[in-house]
Protein backbone atom coordinates (compact mmCIF):
# COMPACT_ATOMS: atom_id res chain seq x y z
CA UNK A 1 0.00 0.00 0.00
CA UNK A 2 1.10 3.68 -0.81
CA UNK A 3 1.31 6.58 1.42
CA UNK A 4 2.65 9.98 1.87
CA UNK A 5 4.29 12.50 4.09
CA UNK A 6 2.88 15.83 4.19
CA UNK A 7 3.80 19.43 5.63
CA UNK A 8 1.51 21.79 6.67
CA UNK A 9 2.09 25.52 7.51
CA UNK A 10 0.24 28.16 9.15
CA UNK A 11 1.82 31.18 7.57
CA UNK A 12 -0.28 33.47 10.32
CA UNK A 13 1.37 31.92 13.02
CA UNK A 14 4.12 30.44 11.92
CA UNK A 15 3.19 26.96 13.05
CA UNK A 16 3.55 23.74 11.07
CA UNK A 17 2.18 20.43 11.24
CA UNK A 18 3.95 17.05 9.52
CA UNK A 19 1.94 14.45 8.93
CA UNK A 20 1.53 11.05 7.10
CA UNK A 21 -1.32 9.22 5.13
CA UNK A 22 -1.67 5.88 4.17
CA UNK A 23 -3.83 6.57 0.44
CA UNK A 24 -2.92 8.86 -2.98
CA UNK A 25 -2.68 12.44 -2.80
CA UNK A 26 -5.67 13.09 -4.31
CA UNK A 27 -8.36 10.64 -2.02
CA UNK A 28 -9.19 13.88 -0.53
CA UNK A 29 -7.44 13.14 2.81
CA UNK A 30 -6.29 16.97 4.39
CA UNK A 31 -5.19 15.91 7.78
CA UNK A 32 -5.85 13.99 11.09
CA UNK A 33 -5.41 16.76 13.85
CA UNK A 34 -8.61 18.42 14.74
CA UNK A 35 -7.06 21.85 15.95
CA UNK A 36 -5.56 22.01 12.39
CA UNK A 37 -8.29 21.18 10.30
CA UNK A 38 -10.59 23.80 12.85
CA UNK A 39 -7.93 26.45 12.07
CA UNK A 40 -8.36 25.36 8.22
CA UNK A 41 -11.54 25.70 8.01
CA UNK A 42 -11.55 29.31 10.22
CA UNK A 43 -8.45 30.73 8.16
CA UNK A 44 -8.02 28.70 4.74
CA UNK A 45 -5.87 31.27 3.23
CA UNK A 46 -3.06 31.00 5.66
CA UNK A 47 -2.63 27.29 5.56
CA UNK A 48 0.33 26.21 2.73
CA UNK A 49 0.22 21.93 2.29
CA UNK A 50 2.89 20.45 0.53
CA UNK A 51 3.74 16.70 0.05
CA UNK A 52 6.97 16.04 1.13
CA UNK A 53 7.24 12.36 -0.24
CA UNK A 54 5.18 9.29 -2.00
CA UNK A 55 6.29 5.79 -1.02
CA UNK A 56 5.51 2.42 0.79
CA UNK A 57 3.17 3.23 3.61
CA UNK A 58 5.80 2.12 5.90
CA UNK A 59 8.39 4.19 4.95
CA UNK A 60 6.67 7.33 5.02
CA UNK A 61 5.91 6.41 8.98
CA UNK A 62 9.19 5.49 9.44
CA UNK A 63 10.02 8.89 7.34
CA UNK A 64 7.06 11.20 9.44
CA UNK A 65 8.33 10.02 12.83
CA UNK A 66 12.41 11.35 11.86
CA UNK A 67 11.15 14.52 10.60
CA UNK A 68 8.70 14.99 13.87
CA UNK A 69 12.11 13.85 16.56
CA UNK A 70 14.21 15.74 14.79
CA UNK A 71 12.44 18.97 16.23
CA UNK A 72 11.06 17.21 19.11
CA UNK A 73 7.18 18.35 17.69
CA UNK A 74 5.33 17.47 20.33
CA UNK A 75 6.85 19.69 22.96
CA UNK A 76 7.78 22.03 20.15
CA UNK A 77 5.53 25.11 20.55
CA UNK A 78 5.90 25.97 16.86
CA UNK A 79 4.23 22.90 16.00
CA UNK A 80 0.96 21.83 16.24
CA UNK A 81 1.84 17.92 16.13
CA UNK A 82 1.19 16.17 19.67
CA UNK A 83 3.62 13.00 19.29
CA UNK A 84 6.97 12.58 17.91
CA UNK A 85 5.85 9.44 15.53
CA UNK A 86 5.98 6.92 19.05
CA UNK A 87 2.05 7.09 19.93
CA UNK A 88 2.73 9.02 22.87
CA UNK A 89 0.90 11.94 23.16
CA UNK A 90 1.82 15.00 25.20
CA UNK A 91 -1.06 18.15 25.81
CA UNK A 92 0.90 20.86 24.92
CA UNK A 93 -2.45 23.20 24.38
CA UNK A 94 -4.01 22.22 27.33
CA UNK A 95 -3.81 24.32 30.66
CA UNK A 96 -3.66 22.54 34.36
CA UNK A 97 -6.81 24.55 34.48
CA UNK A 98 -8.86 23.31 31.93
CA UNK A 99 -7.80 19.25 32.27
CA UNK A 100 -8.59 19.93 36.24
CA UNK A 101 -11.99 21.17 34.53
CA UNK A 102 -12.56 17.73 32.38
CA UNK A 103 -11.61 16.05 35.33
CA UNK A 104 -14.44 17.04 37.53
CA UNK A 105 -16.89 17.53 34.67
CA UNK A 106 -16.36 13.74 33.99
CA UNK A 107 -16.00 12.16 37.78
CA UNK A 108 -19.27 14.21 38.52
CA UNK A 109 -21.30 12.74 35.71
CA UNK A 110 -24.13 10.48 36.66
CA UNK A 111 -23.97 6.93 34.73
CA UNK A 112 -27.11 5.29 33.51
CA UNK A 113 -27.67 1.86 34.82
CA UNK A 114 -26.60 0.16 31.70
CA UNK A 115 -23.33 2.02 32.11
CA UNK A 116 -22.79 0.37 36.04
CA UNK A 117 -23.72 -2.65 34.97
CA UNK A 118 -20.87 -2.91 31.92
CA UNK A 119 -18.62 -1.35 34.65
CA UNK A 120 -19.95 -4.19 37.61
CA UNK A 121 -19.14 -6.93 34.88
CA UNK A 122 -16.07 -5.54 33.46
CA UNK A 123 -14.36 -5.20 37.18
CA UNK A 124 -16.11 -9.08 38.57
CA UNK A 125 -13.25 -11.06 39.22
CA UNK A 126 -10.66 -8.62 38.97
CA UNK A 127 -7.24 -9.41 41.00
CA UNK A 128 -6.14 -5.74 42.51
CA UNK A 129 -2.62 -5.64 43.86
CA UNK A 130 -1.85 -4.76 47.77
CA UNK A 131 -1.46 -1.02 46.95
CA UNK A 132 -4.10 -0.79 44.66
CA UNK A 133 -6.16 -1.97 47.35
CA UNK A 134 -4.37 0.70 50.18
CA UNK A 135 -4.86 3.83 48.00
CA UNK A 136 -8.33 2.83 47.16
CA UNK A 137 -8.67 2.67 51.06
CA UNK A 138 -7.30 5.86 51.44
CA UNK A 139 -9.25 7.63 49.15
CA UNK A 140 -12.27 6.65 50.57
CA UNK A 141 -11.30 7.46 54.03
CA UNK A 142 -9.84 10.90 52.68
CA UNK A 143 -13.12 11.51 50.75
CA UNK A 144 -15.36 10.69 53.85
CA UNK A 145 -13.48 12.53 56.29
CA UNK A 146 -13.83 16.03 54.23
CA UNK A 147 -17.27 15.89 54.70
CA UNK A 148 -19.15 17.35 57.84
CA UNK A 149 -21.02 14.94 59.90
CA UNK A 150 -24.75 16.14 58.44
CA UNK A 151 -23.33 14.97 55.18
CA UNK A 152 -21.71 12.40 56.03
CA UNK A 153 -25.67 10.83 57.97
CA UNK A 154 -27.09 11.95 54.37
CA UNK A 155 -24.71 10.24 52.22
CA UNK A 156 -23.93 7.20 54.37
CA UNK A 157 -26.96 7.18 56.94
CA UNK A 158 -28.80 3.48 57.25
CA UNK A 159 -32.07 5.53 56.39
CA UNK A 160 -30.45 7.45 53.14
CA UNK A 161 -33.59 8.46 51.30
CA UNK A 162 -35.99 7.09 53.85
CA UNK A 163 -38.63 9.28 55.27
CA UNK A 164 -37.81 8.90 59.00
CA UNK A 165 -41.01 9.05 60.84
CA UNK A 166 -39.20 9.14 64.63
CA UNK A 167 -36.60 11.80 63.87
CA UNK A 168 -36.49 13.84 66.78
CA UNK A 169 -37.46 11.52 69.12
CA UNK A 170 -35.91 9.97 71.82
CA UNK A 171 -36.47 6.35 74.28
CA UNK A 172 -37.32 7.29 77.36
CA UNK A 173 -38.19 4.67 80.07
CA UNK A 174 -39.28 5.01 84.22
CA UNK A 175 -36.90 3.55 86.42
CA UNK A 176 -39.74 2.23 89.36
CA UNK A 177 -42.01 0.55 86.75
CA UNK A 178 -39.80 -0.04 83.33
CA UNK A 179 -42.51 1.27 80.97
CA UNK A 180 -40.96 2.47 77.80
CA UNK A 181 -41.65 5.33 75.95
CA UNK A 182 -40.21 6.93 72.46
CA UNK A 183 -41.45 10.54 72.39
CA UNK A 184 -39.70 14.02 71.32
CA UNK A 185 -40.45 15.51 75.81
CA UNK A 186 -39.32 13.47 78.45
CA UNK A 187 -42.65 12.30 79.85
CA UNK A 188 -42.41 12.79 83.89
CA UNK A 189 -41.10 10.40 86.09
CA UNK A 190 -39.00 9.59 83.20
CA UNK A 191 -35.27 9.28 82.29
CA UNK A 192 -33.83 8.96 79.44
CA UNK A 193 -32.95 5.88 77.52
CA UNK A 194 -34.62 2.48 77.16
CA UNK A 195 -33.28 1.46 81.00
CA UNK A 196 -32.83 -2.29 81.85
CA UNK A 197 -34.99 -4.60 81.10
CA UNK A 198 -37.72 -5.42 84.05
CA UNK A 199 -36.32 -8.32 86.49
Not at 88 to 117: A, D, M, N, V
Not at 124 to 153: C, D, F, P, W
Not at 157 to 178: A, F, L, R, V
Request: charged share 30%; glycine share 8%.
Amino acid sequence: MTGYVYFIEDTQHSKFYIGSHKGTVNDGYICSSKIVKEQMKERPSDFRRVIVAIGTYEDMISLESSLLRKVNAKVNPNYYNLHNGDGKFYCKFRTKESIEKSRKGILGRPLSEQHKSKLRKSHTGKKRSISHVANMKKSRIKHYTSLTSEQRKDKYGKNKGKSIKNKGYNWYHNPITWEQKMTNECPKGFVKGRGKVSP
